[in-house]
């Protein structure tokens, strides 16, 4: 498994905006009713990641103007609570995310939310890019930190190990320290 050194991996390096797949109107991808982008690459490589596929930086397709505005339209819907941006990894792939949330809030303010997963940790996303930042700024839950095929726990909610964490984002900027939901 790969660990970054701090502001190594850069977006603008690494990502070729593609999408791994769209998902609207699911249950499994957060809480309530979500539309969930699984965007591609991710340089982590878990052991036992459960969408390999998408750790190919070009796997799926070029994300597009018109996939937004679909996105946007899903969103409308009274029985979405939000979006969730997962893949691959999205702290890679700013370029897309960052578009898609500065829109969403901009038409929903805070009435949709926005749940991210990520392979970094808070630690580590702390010390990161400025884009890397402004998109975690854009989101309320945040489950970070790799996979680990050995604290592998099929009773988690929303974790696949339990290294991982569920964090709420606002809270935790405020205090700067990880404040758990």
């Given amino acids: 498994m790969n660990s970054p050194k701090p502001q190594a991996w850069r ?12 998902k609207p109107f699911n249950f499994v991808d957060g809480e309530g009713v979500r539309c969930s982008l699984y965007v591609s690459g991710c ?6 990641c459960y969408n390999k596929a ?15 505005d679909r996105i ?5 819907h009274e029985s979405v609570q939000g979006l969730t941006l997962l893949g ?8 897309v995310c960052l578009s898609l949330v500065k829109r ?9 939310d926005i749940w991210s997963w990520t392979g970094y940790t808070w630690e580590e996303l702390m010390q990161e890019t400025s884009d890397k930042l402004e998109l975690l ?24 190990s339990s290294n991982q964490r569920i964090i709420d984002v606002k809270a935790s900027l405020q205090t700067m320290r990880v404040i758990l939901i």
């Fill in 72 to 76: 946007i339209a899903d969103l409308w």
């Fill in 104 to 112: 969403i809030r901009r038409l929903f303010g805070a009435t949709k």
């Fill in 11 to 22: 977006a603008e390096d690494m990502s070729a905006n593609y999408i791994a797949d769209y």
């Fill in 43 to 48: 340089p982590f490589h878990c052991e036992g």
């Fill in 54 to 68: 998408a750790q190919s930086f070009r796997y799926g397709v070029p994300y597009s103007e018109a996939l937004e």
């Fill in 137 to 160: 700024s854009y989101v309320d839950v945040l489950v970070d930190g790799r996979f680990e095929q050995g604290l592998f726990d099929s009773n988690l909610a929303f974790r696949g």
């Fill in 88 to 95: 691959g990894e999205p702290f890679l792939n700013t370029g």
